[in-house]
């Protein structure tokens, strides 16, 4: 790959445009694949009526505290703006997808607001939604603005001035400036990029408002620990710092190449996080508010890689389909198509990654021609997007989890209030740790892990995790978990050591999975997928073991079943160590029993 391309990554959506357009044979595989999904979504819409956003469905949040009514009809506005607009690169000559998003464009100039419900207080509101509108406006009119009425164009601008830019000057500075998450990257950044494109001849007003979205993409990084690690979850890192990406190569060239933050070893350990959090394919390290699929943005990822070599750009059957994107957001979606170069993926790697900051340790390995992974975490329960979750832990097979994190939510008020932890999935009751004493972990910066040890060796990684401060047991005196993973078998040995001051204290080991267990015999328990499986050994002289379906309703409304297993202790604990092991298993291994 020609390096010089990605220096100037705006120059490159130019010359991808013009590529698309004048060798449309010259497409590489993934590029083909990604036009086609997106002329059979913009086709689609075309059938479609523009969505209707009324102020009764707005208003639903603040009566009830329900995000969805209103945000489905928002985002299918937004995704028929991206794939319309993509279409008219694609194809510019062709008059209905020219109409079709002048017809979108006006509706979207004609909103209320711009804003989400859920972050709106008044007209001069800016959340992310708004911010990322003004970018996609701007930016559609820089790059196909020939294919708009310039009185369509004039508008575009005028309310990204009225509804953005403007009111961003106006306030001395605003709560996400200086936010150390998503927020302050997408918003600041989306409102930086807006600026270069509409603000070329104000000078004074255009640095103003770079040199805010510059500090505030340094209360971004301040987020994050020298491993790079994102806490917020995988998902989070995809969007926060891809709006950190686009905005510091606008800006880098907008000043002639000139970019300090691009450059520093933070900045690469971040890039490389993605690499570090994936099982197998899709398949993710979903702590926190994370999906448990999540397709790689392979445009984000073939810029990163020009910039750092290291970043590892993975396998096509890894990359993210036009459609995945439920917000229907411009800005990855046309760099997606535009900066795709080559395909030119492999696999993800069979590698041990140790962030010691984060407290995570994630493990691929291979036997046989399957994938083991292993994933676990420590941390505190004060992070961004928090789960109360220390010491848990994922156990998959081929990309498919049979131990498992529950991932995110569906988005209520009451899931950012003070009910957070009556949610199952933010709750440690739905995580793979123990309850004490009837108690749950608490939430907290002050509820966090002390990492003991954590090593890797070619056969065996481990990592043990004081856990104590999780819990607020009177009782509870000392509790250390200690992970051995030996990769080559795909076997983890769980070793739970509690101290206790009173005979009187109780304890329920939960461990959570996908499929309902079934008994081999008193001591095994077995949970199978397809060809997959895993086998639970313990010791049932001492445990008693029982299980229960649940359910949750997921991101996206979806009510979902899951198992916890719970082991209860025969006898009283004062002084114990209770051992699980976890034997992964596919029928095409020569050992399966």
Known sequence: MNNYHFTNGLLLLKRGIHSLRANPESRTNLNKEMVQQIEH??????????????????????????????????????????????????????ERYVKGLQNIIEAICEEFTWCLPAH??????????????????????????ERLPESLRQRMRQEVLHRVLEPFLAEESIWWEKA???????????????????????????????????????????????????????????YGFGYFIYFMDLLRAYRNGQSRLL?????????????????????????SD????????????????????????????????????????????????????????????????????????????????????????????????????????ILAVDGHSLLVDAGSGLYTRDYFGEKRYEYICASSAGHS???????????????????????????????????????????????????QWEKTRGRLVLHDKFLSNSQSMSVIE??????????????QLIISHQSASVIISFDSAELAFESEAFEYIDHFGKRTVLYRLDFRPTASLTSKTLTFTFELRRESDSSFQ
Not at 186 to 213: F, H, M, W
């Open 290 to 393: 994370s999906l448990p699929q999540v397709g790689v943005y392979m445009g984000l990822t073939q810029y990163l890689h020009a910039q750092y070599k290291e970043v590892h750009i993975p396998e096509e059957n890894a990359a993210a389909a036009f459609h995945e994107d439920h917000c229907g957001r411009w800005a990855p979606a046309v760099r997606n198509l535009l900066w795709t170069m080559e395909d030119n993926g492999a696999p993800w790697p069979t590698e041990t990654y140790i962030m010691k900051q984060a407290q995570w340790l994630v493990s691929r390995a291979e036997r046989a021609g399957s994938s083991f992974a292993f994933a676990a975490k420590g941390g505190h329960n004060a992070e961004p997007h928090n789960h109360n979750d220390l010491g848990h832990f």
């Open 120 to 145: 709106y207080d008044d007209a001069r509101s800016i959340d992310l939604f708004a911010a990322e509108t003004a970018f996609t406006l701007a930016e559609l009119s820089e790059l196909i603005g």
């Open 41 to 94: 979504e913009a086709q689609k819409l075309l059938h479609e009526q523009i969505p209707t956003l009324d102020m009764d469905t707005f208003d639903l949040f603040k009566k009830t505290g329900s995000r969805q009514q209103y945000e489905q009809l928002y985002f299918a506005r937004r995704k028929r703006l991206t794939a319309l607009a993509l279409m008219v690169i694609i194809q510019p000559c062709e």
């Open 510 to 523: 939960r461990f959570i999975v996908a499929h309902k267990p079934e008994t081999l015999n008193p001591n």
């Open 180 to 238: 150390e998450h998503n927020w302050a990257s997408v918003c600041a950044g989306s409102i930086g990029a807006a600026a270069i494109y509409y603000l070329k001849d104000e000078q004074e007003k255009l640095e103003a408002i770079l040199q805010r979205s510059e500090q505030a993409m340094i209360h971004y990084l301040d987020g994050f620990d020298d491993d790079g690690a994102c806490k917020e979850g995988y998902s989070y890192w995809q």
């Open 263 to 287: 450059a520093t070893e933070k900045v690469k350990q971040i890039a490389l996080f993605q690499q570090k959090c994936f099982l197998s394919g899709k398949s993710v390290v979903n702590f």
């Open 433 to 483: 740790v123990p309850i004490i004493d009837g108690e749950l972990q608490q939430p907290g910066s002050h509820s966090r892990a002390v990492l003991l040890q954590c090593e890797t060796s070619d056969d065996v990684d481990s990592m043990t995790l004081d856990l104590r401060e999780a819990y607020a047991s009177k009782h509870l005196s000392g509790f250390t978990r200690k992970f």
